[in-house]
């Protein structure tokens, strides 16, 4: 773009931060004495445009900063550099083509050598009105003053804070146009070369242009200016003194976001690790691979120890390594996140960070400590109301402890008038429905959750539970399904998903699954035990005793609660139970009860092993606690009604004592019973009735007088209760009479009861 006539000259203009921070000149060099073009396929770059950009790809992305330090000299034979003034961006660069050495600071950027009392010239005025305006986000006077500079100057540098100003104002396809339009390569009005593009110079431009490209849905099209797979192929820099994030780091983010929307998600996650290897402040691909489950746990921790920290930032290096080490999944190397964590909080004064407090937050979470995991969520929450990272720990503490669900509710309603388009705020609410048993009602609040941010792990997790609480295997399998392919370095889902096929009675796919859980993540303890579950289910007691004998191990060392492990413990007293070591068996249920006072299964298994063992009164007794505990329990029942079958059997066969007797009574009870029998079928007299012929006198006459006072007075009936009598031997009978109403014959024949006590 021609200059009007008496501008100055740019040679002493103040340059604002440039996008192409390399060596540049107004054309590529000739090749053979031609030079190359190809601004018209975005894909297909002349050699000496890959060089170029090539040469940029340990520059950061161009910063606008309240600190502003002053340029070195490259060398000792550059010129003095002017200081900064105040309201300049960080970085000076030229970019108007012309004449002047240029120097190159510490952190990769270069600036123009000028006299260091040349004055201010109207360009350096409007310029720096530009870059306070943007930075004091006055955008209109910013785009105003922008496009002043611009007409003046056609300096591609200006074109691109330009079409920097139309990007954080939202208006796309305005940055995008003026990023892409064919400009010439020089201010000159002189100049003959063909105009080429922004985005085939400047890699800034290049990755600016790609942004624009993603907010217009153009993703083919930002696919390609970022390239595919690094297309452009810059090799990695060693990264040191780069003062900010690479180009090249931020492009392969871009792309890997580019990727996720499309569905690749291995292309995905191999531009996010590509982003992170250029440049290890690059935290946001560190979030995506971390924070969105993209790698195992193991392989998560051996790409992030293994980045060049060193390399890349010498001074910084041990301090970069323990923030990312503390973010890392809990379940191992729980004891390098707790020295990292100690070492953040002596060394640098980071004891009260959020991102340190809340590390330790999700250990406890994960060791299912929730009312310690609760403190610190809350602690963190109390002066970061909206650290994204804790929300979801705190959210899932209040709906696990009963006596937080009243405040899970208050929380949920903030939450949802504050931030009504926030995935976690319908979490919460879908967790409040889920807390009070509403399936249907908390599945719509987490769909809800997951169409906003379809990443959101706990969301799609909490889903899939509310079909698997509901009893609807088949779509809780499918649910989990989505979530695995959402969250792929997660081994939840498959451990779910194993769950489920184990209720549905499919043992094989069961196994398969969790196998696939357990290659992901072989340290969750929870994983050891379904697998030992299975083993039950296919009569392999060996490995289940061995497996739930694991679970216990990993559970004592990753510090969890040893109440969250009653059915481990239960577990391991069936395996023991069936290879009939029965004290072994005793003491797993005894561990049971004393973790969980009120479990009926506990006390049902106990009563089978003193069943088994033969202590049929104590085996009957703990069946009776497990059914005061879950009355009417079949299986209970049916084991109760075996024992006393068992127990009338044994009686019968004296194999035990008659109840209530004892057992002197009982050496000749048969034969006493058969000679008794005996004397009946052949007609003979009883004992009892051979005893009362043997009584003395008294007695007859006694019935006698009783006889003759009873016909007299009418028909009457003597009762045990009543007035008190003497027989002539001396022994005491109470009796009691009872009127009674005379039949129609006029009266009954007296009847006289033996209390003699025969």
């Given amino acids: 773009m021609p200059r009007p006539a008496g501008a100055k000259t740019p040679h002493n203009a103040r340059a604002t931060p440039s996008p192409f921070a390399a060596e540049r000149t107004q054309a590529a060099p000739p090749r053979n004495g031609k030079q190359t073009y190809r601004h018209t396929d975005q894909s297909n770059l002349s050699i000496d445009q890959v060089d170029s950009l090539r040469r940029q790809s340990n520059l950061s992305t161009l910063s606008l900063s309240p600190r502003r330090p002053s340029l070195a000299r490259s060398s000792s034979t550059a010129t003095t550099t002017r200081a900064p003034r105040r309201g300049t961006p960080l970085a000076y660069a030229t970019g108007n083509g012309a004449g002047g050495d240029r120097t190159e600071d510490d952190s990769g950027f270069l600036g123009q050598s000028v006299d260091e009392a040349a004055p201010w010239t109207m360009v350096d005025r409007l310029r720096n009105w530009r870059n306070d305006a943007m930075t004091q986000h006055l955008y209109d006077s910013a785009k105003f003053w922008g496009g002043k500079v611009l007409g003046i100057t056609g300096n591609a540098d200006d074109v691109f804070w330009l079409a920097q100003i139309h990007f954080l104002t939202h208006q796309f396809a305005q940055a995008e146009r003026i990023l892409t339009t064919p400009r010439p390569p020089s201010s000159a009005s002189t100049s003959t070369a063909p105009p080429v593009r922004l985005t085939d110079m400047s890699l800034a431009c290049r990755y600016l242009a790609a942004q624009c490209q993603v907010r217009l849905g153009k993703w ?12 452009l192929g810059m090799e990695m820099g060693d990264g040191k003194s780069d003062g900010g994030i690479k180009l090249t780091a931020s492009a392969a983010h871009l792309r890997g976001l580019i990727h996720l929307h499309m569905k690749a998600t291995d292309l995905a996650k191999e531009a996010f690790m590509e982003a992170l290897s250029r440049d290890v402040k690059c935290f946001e691909s560190f979030e995506m691979l971390v924070g969105g489950e993209m790698m195992s746990s193991e ?32 379940i191992s190397h729980n004891n390098d996140m707790a020295i990292a964590r100690q070492r953040l909080a002596d060394e640098y004064g980071l004891g009260e960070d959020p991102d340190v407090l809340c590390s330790r937050a999700d250990e406890l979470h994960s060791a299912m400590r929730y009312a310690e995991c609760f403190k610190i969520t809350s602690h963190i929450l109390s002066h970061h109301p909206s650290h994204r ?32 388009d926030d995935a976690i705020s319908w979490y919460a609410v879908g967790l409040w429905y889920f807390a009070g048993k509403r399936w249907e009602e908390s599945r719509r609040f987490f769909g809800k959750s997951v169409l906003i941010d379809p990443r959101f792990g706990p969301a799609w997790l909490a889903y899939a539970h509310s079909f698997a609480y509901e009893g609807e295997h088949d779509q809780a399998i499918t649910a989990y399904s989505t979530a695995q392919r959402h969250l792929p370095g997660s081994h939840l889902p498959l451990l779910f998903i194993g769950m489920q096929h184990l209720g549905l009675a499919n043992v094989g796919l069961a196994e398969e699954y969790l196998e696939a859980a357990k290659e992901i993540c072989g340290d969750d303890p929870l994983v050891l035990n379904e697998l030992g579950v299975v083993a039950l289910h296919n009569q392999q007691f060996d490995r289940a005793a061995q497996l739930f004998r694991e679970t216990l191990g990993v559970a004592r060392h990753v510090q969890s609660s040893p109440a969250a492990w009653t059915s481990t413990h239960l577990n391991l007293g069936h395996a023991y139970r069936k290879l009939k070591q029965w004290d072994k068996a005793h003491a797993s249920f005894r561990r049971v009860i004393e973790l969980d006072p009120r479990s009926a299964a506990a006390y049902s298994a106990l009563g089978i092993v003193e069943h088994q063992r033969g202590n049929m009164q104590d085996s009957i007794a703990r069946y009776h606690e497990a059914l005061a505990l879950a009355p009417g329990d079949p299986t209970t029942c049916d084991l109760l009604r075996l024992a006393l079958d068992d127990v009338a059997t044994q009686v019968s066969s004296q194999r035990l004592p008659f109840p209530g007797l004892p057992p002197r009574t009982l050496q000749s009870i048969d034969a006493q019973v058969a000679a008794l029998e005996e004397e009946v079928l052949a007609g003979r007299e009883l004992p009892a009735e051979r005893d009362g012929e043997g009584e003395g006198e008294g007695e007859g006459e006694l019935s006698r007088v009783r006889e003759e006072e009873e016909g007299e007075e009418g028909e009457s009936e003597v009762m045990r209760s009543g007035a008190v009598s003497r027989s002539e031997d001396g022994i005491e009978v109470s009796m009691e009479e009872e009127e009674e109403e005379e039949d129609e014959d006029g009266g009954s024949e007296g009847e006289t009861m033996d209390m003699t006590g025969e």
């Fill in 220 to 231: 083919e099209e930002a696919l390609e200016m970022v390239g595919r797979r690094g297309a």
């Fill in 299 to 330: 392989e998560e921790w051996d790409f992030i120890q293994g980045l060049p920290f060193h390399a890349q930032t010498d001074d910084d290096a041990e301090f970069v390594r323990m923030m990312y080490t503390v973010r890392l999944k809990k």
């Fill in 389 to 420: 990272l804790t929300l979801p720990l705190h959210l899932s503490c209040m709906h696990h402890l009963p006596n937080l669900r009243s405040k899970l509710f208050l929380v949920a309603h903030e939450m949802v008038d504050h931030e009504p």
